[in-house]
């Protein structure tokens, strides 16, 4: 791993003293603390899928268990179908409108492109409880065209397997978006140029020349969507689709954990879902890393090239725009027509308004408010922290194992969500007794969010000039103190954004948090849930998501403020820090 | 023992390739009051020396002594409590901080009084050149302004050692020309001893009290700047500052009455004046090192002197304030600088003479 062998292959003169630098102690700490939170929960966890169900045994019962039971078998096989059309959907929806948003010259880029990555921020459950209301049996679409005549029966828009690949491709859209705008506008010109000039144009030269430049970076994008249907357990239920793999795990381990058949087979579809991640993760890797074409070009910064398209393309491309903004901003429109009426059923639009639903929340659910802010804050407090630690030692220092961190939290980066809470649930129930106390909550927080705040702050590490930092050395101060005066002061504003992507993306966690809380430790996403699953009226739930859509979007609005623009601050929550 | 004594520095760094010696070997001594000039070609080593003496760099053995205190083999001695200030490439001016911060930070850290650090940071600015511009941030102030903040502050503690790293790279030829002067005159009045790190010749002979040339890790040769150009030691040497004519060669014959030594060469027979005669023996390949300019072109035709060979104009160069000739002879093409207004051109025939005392014989 990287040059942390340095030492060791050629041991300075002076012998064992120069291993016992502050570096390796800090180095040290990080790996007590990878190794607590992260290595012994999650061996824990595959470990215990290999126990023989109410015995100290251990064996592969559980997997033949789960590989001759045709449902499971079904359900893994589902999981798979689902990441693949969900894949297709997003390349298909996402491949034009990055082109657009990337080559053309149109009015209104800026906030089209807004809208696009917006439900990156917007919880994926929030957009799923939205579109039931439009799109379901009895939601608005169907009530309206019966109205005006032109159906006669509802058409199921979205129950089932088609409804959760369409909402999960639009909740991934963003990330599909971003990496291929990434690539389109970092294309040196001059290759396209080169193409055009050796006769290849239009349509010829995307395919031959422009396309396959962005395999990588399309790559990077496809990834994070793959791997999203084997995390997102609550999407599928909401649209009455239980039968995948991160959905069987929940129902099994949340609501059987007595039953413990079912509870392994819970346990062994999690550790399923987190190899399937790991393997493909993996595999991309070593395939970018073996193609490295795109460093080949010089790059720009230019953007780009940039086309004026003709009036027709125009039409079109705004009209396709517009088709994918106004599904965007059917999520919190729907949210907040529900939140602030009562009883709006079987009518396309509510009859009634109130605001006893938020009445209810800011009287009745406070405690809900205020335990989403203390965990989200307790973990970003560590993750801060912790992250520039890791980003530090990863990127300035040579002390020892930094390679192996930073493998263990890119890995963190892939591993669902799902997977953390159950090996949490199990690892520190019985080993350390951790899950019993509240810091469990922020602690899984801040183990599932720090990678994603590691690599900005290792990015802007990247960014910031070593010699900075020696001058400052050179002029007479300390390690911490160089870091206190200035390299803080000056990674602020690269971190920033990733402290607010940070609160956010744990403010609206539910995958992990749902395994771990115990009464009186609901977050708004868990209460938000609980309330749909105990079927109380939707209005009360909807009314908690557009708050947390609110809330959410202030805080990105803060962000773009500071981080110069909202391109910058989704750039973060990919996860792509180089 | 110099005032900062480098003792046989090794330093390696691995990379994808696999091992690089960045320094083999490198011992060197620098007196007090020197300014002293590492010079060569990029990766040479030169930069990787300057780190170890700062301490940003652990060498993997060996030692840099500063005034007698060894840096690194009784335990690390950290840059910052080192005595020494440095300049960098890209000057590393604290861009959150005013030039007043950046240039009294060292001041602070020492803990002197605010009164007294706003005095001596004023009056450096003044010796910089930079008086009235306290409150400005380097993001609003030009390169060479950013590097006189930089040199500022790097004297501001008054350093027993002032580091150098190719400070003036990033400025524009009229401006790094003026610097040089100034950067001269301040270190000098100050009594700093100095270390310097540039891959510009014409830097390195201006500035330097004495120059020491890098080659792959290795320290080349180290000498006064007129030396290094006019008694290179070796083939490298010669080739890297200014430019030169390499003409390969075999001892003939060593004339000890003249102190001339005979070269049978790609020219013919050609004398040279030996500085060392201990160091050539007969049937020696060696190389022949001779300047443009030691070379005179004759016009006329009928002088009959050693060292006078006939050949043919290749090409001419011209300069505006000189002219090169490359001249043919046999299958060896010699580069002579002349006055612009030499007359001769390409193809026609031509003499020319070199003297003897301006030949330099190399080891092979």
Redesign the interface.
């Known amino acids: 791993m990287g040059g942390a062998g340095g030492l060791l292959a050629h041991p300075h003169q002076h012998g064992i003293r120069s291993l016992i630098r502050v570096d390796n102690l800090l180095a040290a700490f990080a790996w007590v603390v990878v190794a607590f939170l992260i290595i012994y929960p999650l061996s824990f966890l595959v470990i215990d899928s290999f126990r023989v169900a109410g015995s100290d045994r251990f064996g592969l019962q559980n997997y033949r268990a789960f590989f001759s039971d045709a449902y499971y078998i079904g359900a893994f096989v589902k999981t798979f179908v689902l990441s693949g059309l969900v894949l297709l959907t997003t390349t298909v929806l996402g491949l034009p409108l990055a082109y657009i948003l990337a080559r053309y010259r149109l009015r209104g880029q800026t906030v089209f492109t807004a809208l696009t990555i917006l439900p990156i921020v917007l919880p994926a459950y929030a957009g799923a409880f939205a579109w039931v209301v439009f799109f379901g049996r009895f939601g608005t679409l169907n009530l309206l065209l019966m109205q005006w005549g032109i159906i006669s029966r509802p058409i199921n828009f979205i129950s089932g397997l088609h409804g959760v690949v369409f909402m999960q491709a639009i909740h991934l859209l963003p990330f599909m978006v971003l990496s291929l705008l990434a690539a389109f506008t970092s294309i040196d010109p001059d290759l396209e140029e080169a193409a055009e000039v050796e006769g290849a144009s239009g349509i010829r030269r995307f395919f031959t020349v422009t396309l396959p430049l962005c395999t990588p970076s399309y790559l990077a994008g496809a990834i994070l969507v793959f791997l999203w249907p084997f995390t997102d357990w609550l999407t599928p239920m909401i649209f009455g689709v239980i039968d995948l793999l991160p959905s069987i795990a929940y129902i099994n381990i949340a609501y059987h954990f007595t039953d413990v058949g079912r509870k392994y087979m819970g346990i062994v579809s999690v550790v399923l879902s987190s190899g399937v991640c790991v393997a493909a993760f993996l595999l991309l890797k070593a395939w970018v890393e073996r193609k490295r074409y795109t460093g080949l070009s010089k790059g720009t910064t230019l953007g780009g090239r940039t086309i004026r398209p003709n009036p027709l393309v125009r039409v079109v491309s705004y009209l396709y725009m517009l088709f994918i903004s106004a599904l965007v901003l059917l999520i919190p429109i729907v949210l907040g027509l529900s939140g602030f009426s009562r009883r709006w059923v079987l009518t396309p639009f509510p009859q009634h308004w109130t605001l006893d639903n938020f009445r209810t929340i800011f009287t009745g659910a406070t405690r809900l408010i205020s335990n989403s802010f203390l965990f989200s804050g307790v973990a970003l407090g560590i993750g801060v922290f912790f992250g520039l630690l890791m980003a530090y030692l990863i990127a300035r220092t040579k002390a020892l194992g930094r390679g192996g961190l930073e493998f263990v939290s890119t890995l963190m980066l892939v591993f669902p969500g799902v997977a953390v809470g159950v090996a949490y649930l199990t690892a520190f129930w019985h080993g350390i007794p951790l899950a019993t106390h509240w810091m469990i909550m922020p602690l899984a927080l801040f183990v599932r969010r720090m990678p994603y705040f590691q690599r900005m702050a290792h990015a802007a590490y990247q960014q910031l000039d070593p010699c900075l930092e020696e001058a400052a050395e050179v002029s007479g101060a300390s390690k911490l103190r160089t870091f206190l005066t200035i390299s803080l002061p000056l990674l602020l504003k690269g971190i920033f954004v990733g402290v607010i992507m940070f609160f956010i993306m744990a403010f609206q966690e539910i995958s992990t948090a749902i395994f771990l809380y115990r009464g009186g430790w609901e977050t708004l996403p868990v209460g938000l849930y609980l309330n749909w699953h105990r079927g109380m009226e939707f209005g009360f739930a909807a009314a908690l998501s557009f708050m947390m859509v609110v809330i959410v979007f202030v805080m990105l609005m803060i962000a773009a403020k500071i981080g110069g623009g909202v391109l910058n601050v989704a750039w973060g929550s990919s996860g792509r820090g180089k | 023992m110099g005032f900062i004594d480098i003792r046989n520095l090794v330093k ?1 760094f ?1 990379t994808k390739y696999g091992e690089v010696l960045a320094a083999d070997n490198v011992c060197l001594e620098i007196e007090k009051a020197e300014l002293i000039t590492l010079l060569g070609p990029s990766g040479c080593g030169k930069t990787t020396t300057l780190r170890c003496i ?3 760099e ?5 030692d840099v002594l500063i005034d007698g205190v060894p840096m ?2 009784q ?2 001695v ?5 005595g ?3 300049v ?3 000057y ?5 901080m005013t030039v007043f911060a950046n240039v009294a ?2 001041l602070k ?2 803990g002197v009084p605010r009164r007294t650090r706003e005095a001596r940071v004023r009056e450096m600015l003044d010796i910089v050149g930079l008086a009235g511009l306290e409150r400005r941030y380097p993001g609003q102030m030009s390169g060479g302004q950013q590097q006189r903040v ?1 040199l500022a ?2 004297l501001m ?1 008054h350093p027993k050692v002032l ?1 150098l790293d190719e400070p003036l790279s990033n400025l524009d030829a009229k401006l790094r020309e003026k610097m040089r002067f100034e950067i001269r005159g301040i270190v000098s009045r100050m009594g700093m001893t100095a270390v310097y790190v540039t891959h510009d010749q014409a830097e390195a002979m201006v500035l330097s009290d004495r120059v020491a040339i890098m080659d792959q890790g290795k320290l080349v040769q180290v000498a006064k700047p007129d030396e290094i150009y006019h008694v290179p030691a070796s083939r490298f040497v010669a080739d890297f500052i200014g430019t030169t004519n390499i003409v390969e060669g075999q001892v003939e014959e060593i004339l000890d009455d003249t102190g001339l030594v005979g070269l049978r060469t790609g020219l013919g027979r050609t004398l040279c004046r030996a500085r060392n005669r201990a160091a050539v023996a007969k049937g020696e390949p060696v190389y022949l090192s001779i300047r443009p300019e030691d070379i005179e072109v004759i016009n006329s035709t009928h002088e009959a002197r050693d060292n006078i060979y006939t050949g043919t104009i290749t090409e001419r160069a011209y300069l505006g304030h000189l002219l090169y000739l490359f001249i043919r002879v046999r299958d060896t093409v010699i580069r002579a600088q002349c006055h612009p207004r030499q007359v001769g051109s390409e193809g026609e025939e031509t003499r020319i003479y070199l003297d003897p005392a301006k030949c330099v014989i190399l080891p092979s």
């Open positions: 390696r691995r700062a301490g940003l652990r060498p993997d053995s060996g690194f083999s335990g690390f950290p840059p910052a409590k080192r020494i200030g440095m960098f490439q890209n590393a001016v604290w861009p959150h930070y060292g850290l020492e930089a502050r790097a503690r580091l």
